[in-house]
């Protein structure tokens, strides 16, 4: 949808962090985006940090906190202001060398840009976009340069949005813009049907739908991340994924229905998690002692009065923390470690008892006995042990999408 007060159509493009890595890099992206702009189009770029540039910050941050031969853990909110700077350094470089080429450019902080997010630190969400600035100056003509992964809260506090931010930056801008579409640069062609470093004959996938994304994503799917995909299938944003050195081979994500292939399966794994199980605990308390313990939870299985869940570990700054806060909200909590998940995802599974036979199978084939199975309509997912994972990958991958 293209707003009816702007003579040209709004493309919003994201590049990550391994597309601005270095000096090099940047320069290759000013010229896409100055070429993308050079055809006519009003052009708003989200940029990550470069490189590794994240992790060498959280690594300064503890290492500074080791005092007497102990070490605490950094606050989140200094951890927000210090992690927001990466983006800072990426969206000047880049805005500096466009303006190099000859093009008005502009860069902002996620704050600059209006992105209002809720008062989490270090895994906040949107809740709301005012894009202001960013209209002003593509009016007057400017490439407008958004540092991702960040925003301010309604408590004016810096956040950021956790791993694979920079993408829900910009699928949220894409929707706030009514952007014409959203392209997602990485140093992958798109998605595949299973992580190609794991399953060498993996399938690209040309097409798919919001909803089977966004199901891959939770699964632990690395090419845009879940929450970029839910604010693309609430709002009806195309993401086309690219590769930032070979544009042209790219998979379009759609909504719901518009899919050509709507069959379209794939195998995921997410090996940062904690699997928990509990016995002797009244359903009601169990869920509220988890909210308690302020982690992200999925996979929730109740019977009587044990359970289980799986606690994804990827936007948490220690994973000591999260077993302690898991320890002091449900003492009868049990939490395995060094074990993950694996998934395949595709239309119709959990009604399909040939493909759940297929599926028990094939962990069977790859010795990665499941700890437990859980089974929706569009996944069925394992938890096995860490060291089987990449072979139930393969096995999965063989057994129910080549």
């Not at 593509?138 to 809260?153: C, F, K, P, T």
């Amino acid at each position: 949808m293209q707003s009816a007060e702007r003579p040209r159509p709004v493309v919003v493009q994201k590049y990550g962090g391994s597309s601005v890595a270095d000096v090099e890099k940047i320069g290759r992206v000013a010229d896409l985006v100055v070429a993308t702009k050079a055809a006519g189009n009003d052009v708003v770029v989200v940029v990550s940090a470069m490189g590794k540039t994240t992790d060498s910050l959280l690594g300064l941050a503890h290492s500074v906190t080791e005092v007497g031969g102990g070490r605490s853990e950094p606050a989140r909110r200094e951890l927000d202001m210090l992690v927001s700077t990466g983006e800072r350094v990426s969206m000047s470089l880049l805005s500096i060398a466009i303006q190099a080429r000859g093009y008005h450019a502009i860069s902002f902080t996620g704050s600059q840009s209006g992105i209002l997010t809720n008062d989490r630190h270090f895994d906040a969400r949107i809740i709301e976009v005012r894009p202001h600035r960013i209209e002003d100056e593509l009016s007057r003509g400017a490439i407008v340069i958004v540092a991702g992964y960040q925003g301010m809260s309604y408590k004016r506090e810096i956040t950021t949005l956790g791993r694979g931010g920079s993408d829900t930056t910009a699928v949220a801008l894409a929707a706030a813009l009514y952007a014409d579409r959203c392209e997602i640069y990485s140093d992958v062609d798109g998605v595949y049907s299973a992580d190609p470093r794991v399953v060498p004959d993996a399938k690209h996938l040309s097409e798919l739908d919001h909803a089977m994304l966004q199901e891959m994503a939770e699964a632990g799917a690395k090419v845009v991340c879940a929450q970029a995909v839910e604010w693309a299938r609430k709002r009806n944003i195309i993401i086309h994924a690219r590769s930032t050195y070979d544009p042209a081979r790219q998979t379009v994500v759609v909504p719901a229905g518009d899919a050509r292939v709507q069959r379209a399966r794939a195998v995921t794994g997410e090996g940062k998690i904690f699997f928990t199980t509990w016995r002797g605990v009244p359903s009601a308390r169990a869920v509220s002692a988890l909210e308690r313990a302020g982690l992200p939870y999925k996979d929730l299985s109740i019977t009587g009065d044990h359970g289980s869940a799986i606690i994804p570990l990827l936007n948490l700054p220690s994973p000591d923390k999260a077993r302690e806060a898991l320890a002091r909200a449900l003492p009868e909590i049990q939490v395995s470690e060094d074990v993950a998940s694996v998934s395949v995802v595709g239309d119709g599974l959990a009604g399909d008892g040939a493909a759940l036979a297929r599926f028990l199978s094939a962990l069977e084939s790859a010795s990665a006995a499941p700890s437990a199975i859980c089974a929706g309509p569009l996944r069925l997912t394992a938890v096995v042990a860490a060291a089987r994972a990449n072979d139930a990958q393969r096995a999965l991958h063989a057994a129910l999408v080549a």
